[in-house]
């Protein structure tokens, strides 16, 4: 399997199938074009939709884990309090884990259609029909410059940084604190005296949150939230009973111990719910597929895009650079989280 | 490993809530958050009965008035054969799987050998890697073999792909077994094969049917791999269920029809199996 990580990545770099001729051919002249391949994507004209794809899948893992960490977490605390009939419940919010996301993409996308389903709803009630395009909306919010892309990176990373220093000054932890607070503020001033001056494009183009989104997040958070519940609720049963019963000696309220006895027990949970979340939303693929069809270009991923520029048009290059950044992204998410637990483990034998 | 033991009926009350009304807030949520869940399914059996003429945007939440069977006999006369493709395709990779998996799961617990810890590491970042970044070299892998449109190229795939998460289910169940058990066995003069075969795969049962029924659901739902490797005649289910909801005019009772045949098996497995299930699911989480 590492060879084959290998050879995608070899791939990426060479122009094997920019030209249609050449991708068929029995044994393809390929030609080394370093990184060629990510500066058209990231920089090209024709690789727009590239680009908001990102933007897109940014957006999608963002509402999706926070749409399943807090249904997930309020099932959770339901089922928690034993109401009757708990295994009949617990099996209705899970079983929409088993199905697959074609499935599951087929259902919505009839749910979801703009006349009919979801939007029908209301009249069943007697209420006025809602109107809102769920997956043919080609609105979007929240847009900004792609051109601004560095100065927007640097600015959130060096927040992140600066966060990280105000810890560590609270810890007393010096030298930390000293290195992370010079490296955000050399971002920082990266950012705001290079950055502007960095032309990724010759002309601006606008990205932002397309609405059209919102209704595959919603199908996504309806499968995947189970899981999260599952989890949680595993968490929960494992807290002592005593631990909660000496808060109340302690005079805690309710809410009082939820929030400072419970949650904090349950944040490993959530830590790992992320990460297996957060991956799966960036390797997404077929639920979009099954919804809004591959040539919706506002709802798409860079997941299904990866699968038509090799395998539709023949771009093994372009789409083996595809395939390496959500490589990268991916472990981004899971190598921190991989050697932490490993270690714990390690200490733990 | 988990609580999957229903508390609720042993024990009325365990703790003395307030009153009623939280109570019933309680079940009021609970209501609203099944329908959530349920009211898709409810219009999935309800499109799917409807005759074609009968589906009109309108009237989409309604009960239909005549039902009609014969969305599924047209949908399966379309899919019935994927539907076969899915099943060989989803047994054949879970068996090699699970056997694999259990092979590397023992050799990684119980023989300590020099980089096994690597080793492992390296097949857990496995378990996470996208199939994109695996996808090109390995179709043109497949088709190296001769095996591009057959289905064994798809298993080959599959039980590769599912080796990681396998052999880690294994693993983490075989080292609750107790060293000694092995290192008797040793004295005795018992080689890695026969400790393996007498010793090991006895004990086995239980992982085995958590990492099948967990093998057997992913395979069964996979789709990337489906679309790349195959060619018409060996498409498993997923795949051909979202040709028949990809096109336009199409009348909505038939995908609707096919939607609930190509998730029988896995819905059928969780409801039977449910226990099982979950355990899969934890244990591909949160471990140890």
Same mark, same amino acid.
Not at chain 1, 15 to 18: E, L, P, S, V
Not at chain 1, 311 to 315: E, G, L, S, T, V
Not at chain 2, 246 to 252: M, T, Y
């Given at each position: 399997m590492y060879v084959f990580i290998g050879r995608t990545m070899y791939v990426s770099l060479t122009?094997?199938? =920019?030209d249609p001729a050449q991708a068929l051919a029995l044994n393809p002249v390929i030609r080394w074009v370093g990184l060629a391949n990510y500066q058209d994507l990231f920089t090209g004209f024709l690789q727009g939709r590239f680009r908001q794809e990102l933007v897109n899948t940014i957006f999608f893992t963002l509402f999706f884990i926070l749409g399943c960490l807090g249904l997930g977490l309020g099932l959770a605390l339901i089922l928690d309090r034993n109401p009757r009939g708990e295994g009949l419940w617990r099996t209705i919010f899970l079983?929409?884990?088993?199905?697959?996301f074609i499935v599951t993409g087929t259902i919505w996308r009839w749910m979801l259609q703009p006349q009919g389903g979801l939007n029908q709803f209301p009249t069943v009630l007697g209420l006025p029909a809602g109107s809102f395009g769920w997956l043919s909306s080609t609105d979007s919010i929240w847009k900004f410059d792609w051109n601004k892309l560095p100065l927007l990176t640097a600015s959130v990373v060096a927040l992140v940084l600066v966060w990280l220093a105000v810890r560590a000054v609270r810890a007393g932890d010096r030298t930390r604190a000293v290195v992370a607070g010079l490296c955000a503020a050399l971002l920082l001033g990266w950012a705001l005296l290079v950055a502007p001056n960095l032309k990724l494009l010759p002309a601006p183009e606008a990205h932002g949150f397309n609405l059209a989104l919102i209704g595959i997040i919603v199908a996504a958070v309806w499968q995947m939230s189970g899981y999260t519940m599952a989890l949680y609720l595993a968490g929960l049963r494992g807290i002592p009973e005593e631990l909660r019963e000496a808060a109340r000696v302690d005079g805690a309220s309710d809410f009082g111990m939820y929030r400072h006895v419970i949650f904090p027990l349950l944040a490993p949970i959530t830590l790992s719910a992320m990460i297996i979340l957060g991956h799966i939303s960036l390797k997404i693929f077929d639920l979009v597929y099954a919804m809004a069809g591959p040539d919706n270009t506002y709802t798409s991923v860079p997941a299904l895009n990866m699968y038509l520029t090799s395998?539709?048009? =023949?771009?093994f290059a372009l789409g083996a650079a595809i395939g390496t950044i959500l490589l990268i992204l991916v472990a981004f998410v899971i190598v921190p989280y991989l050697s932490s637990s490993f270690r714990s483990e390690e200490g733990h034998a | 490993m988990t609580t999957t033991v229903p508390t609720s009926s042993a024990q009325p009350a365990p703790v003395p809530r307030r009153a009623g009304l939280g109570r019933v807030g309680l079940y009021v949520l609970l209501v609203v958050a099944a329908l959530f869940f349920l009211l898709p399914v409810y219009l999935l059996i309800a499109t799917a009965l409807k005759t074609p003429d009968a589906i009109n945007l309108a009237t989409t939440w309604q009960w239909p008035r005549a039902l009609n069977w014969a969305s599924f006999t047209e949908a399966w006369g379309k899919v019935g054969g994927n539907v076969g493709n899915s099943l060989f395709l989803a047994v054949v990779s879970t068996i090699l799987a699970a056997l694999l998996g259990s092979l590397n799961g023992y050799a990684l617990a119980k023989w300590k050998f020099r980089g096994a810890n690597t080793l492992f590491a390296l097949m857990l970042f496995g378990m996470f890697i996208p199939y994109q970044a695996v996808l090109i070299p390995l179709f043109q892998f497949v088709k190296a073999l001769g095996?591009?449109? $057959?289905i064994w190229g798809l298993i080959l795939a599959h039980v590769v792909y599912g080796l990681p998460i396998t052999t880690l289910i294994f693993r983490n169940y075989y080292a609750? +077994?107790?060293d000694a058990l092995v290192e008797a066995a040793t004295i005795d003069g018992a080689g890695f094969w026969s400790i393996y075969r007498q010793v090991i795969l006895p004990l086995s049962v239980p992982a085995f049917v958590v990492v099948i029924i967990w093998e057997f659901t992913q395979v069964w739902n996979e789709f990337l791999f489906a679309a790349t490797l195959t060619n018409t005649s060996s498409q498993p289910v997923t795949y051909a269920l979202s040709q028949l909801a990809?096109?336009?005019? +199409? $009348?909505?009772n038939l995908p609707m029809a096919g939607a609930i045949l190509a998730a029988l098996p896995t819905l059928l497995v969780y409801i039977l199996l449910g226990r099982y299930f979950v355990r899969g699911l934890l244990a591909g989480s949160v471990k140890g």
């Open positions: 122009d094997w199938g =920019n079983f929409p884990m088993s199905l697959s395998f539709r048009q =023949n771009q | 095996l591009y449109g $057959s609750e +077994v107790p990809g096109g336009q005019a +199409v $009348s909505w």
